[in-house]
């Protein structure tokens, strides 16, 4: 039987998308699927919306170098990348606003920092990056953290709150691949009662608690 292949649509910006893509590579290691990582720029999602402009200053430049990853080692360059940009944004809580943050993420995942340059600089990088947004969208995509699988229909989520690993990961994912298969289903929610449980969430909790 043919793996199923999971397209995950995400921005290095978003907590929500961070912990979703910890828990489907857990989730990876025991149940029999592959993860194809794609970029979904919030900064394209909110070009017109002023009140978020500011705070996603980040996501074009961080969203180029995750392309060149991709085209210098594919997925698992891809991957290597997001999941150091990850550990330093949203644990560490350091910006990806600056070129020498994006570099160290890429020497972190054992690349050559030069792709960030060239990422930075060469058009065709930010055409992919637009190209695979607008490709996302006509799918359904709104925002992230996105998934589709075998071409499916995108949907957005499962949104958890915390890293889940071993076999806890792969439980979900058997709950999860009924809902997202099924074509009469379109919305499950509910109010989110609890921040992200990543670093850089849980300081910012703290700062506001000891106000």
């Known amino acids: 039987m043919t793996k199923p292949t999971v397209e995950m649509y995400i ?5 929500w998308a961070w912990l979703t893509s910890r828990w489907l590579h857990e989730a990876e290691k ?3 699927f592959t993860v194809v990582t794609k970029v979904f720029s919030l900064a394209l999602v909110n070009a017109g919306n002023k009140r978020y402009r500011g705070s996603l200053t980040s996501s074009e430049p961080s969203g180029r170098v995750l392309v060149g990853a991709r085209r210098a080692g594919g997925e698992e360059a891809i991957r290597a990348v997001y999941t150091e940009l990850g550990e330093a ?3 560490r809580d350091q ?4 070129e020498s943050a994006l570099r160290a993420a890429v020497t972190a995942a054992g690349l050559d920092p030069a792709l960030v340059s060239t990422a930075l600089s060469d ?3 930010q055409a992919e990056v637009v190209a695979e947004y607008e490709a996302a969208v006509e799918r359904g995509a709104f925002g992230v953290p996105t998934l589709s699988i075998d071409g499916s229909p995108a949907y957005f989520g499962p949104i958890v709150d915390r890293r889940i690993t071993g076999e806890e990961a792969g439980e979900l994912w058997d709950i999860a691949v009924p809902l997202l298969r099924h074509p009469h289903v ?3 929610k509910r109010s989110r009662s609890s921040e992200p449980d990543v670093g850089r969430a849980l300081k910012r909790v703290a700062a506001a608690a000891a106000r």
């Open 123 to 125: 058009d065709s990088i």
């Open 89 to 91: 944004h949203h644990e």
């Open 11 to 15: 921005d290095p910006l978003c907590p």
């Open 186 to 188: 379109f919305e499950l």
């Open 95 to 98: 910006p990806l606003g600056r």
């Open 30 to 32: 025991v149940r029999p």
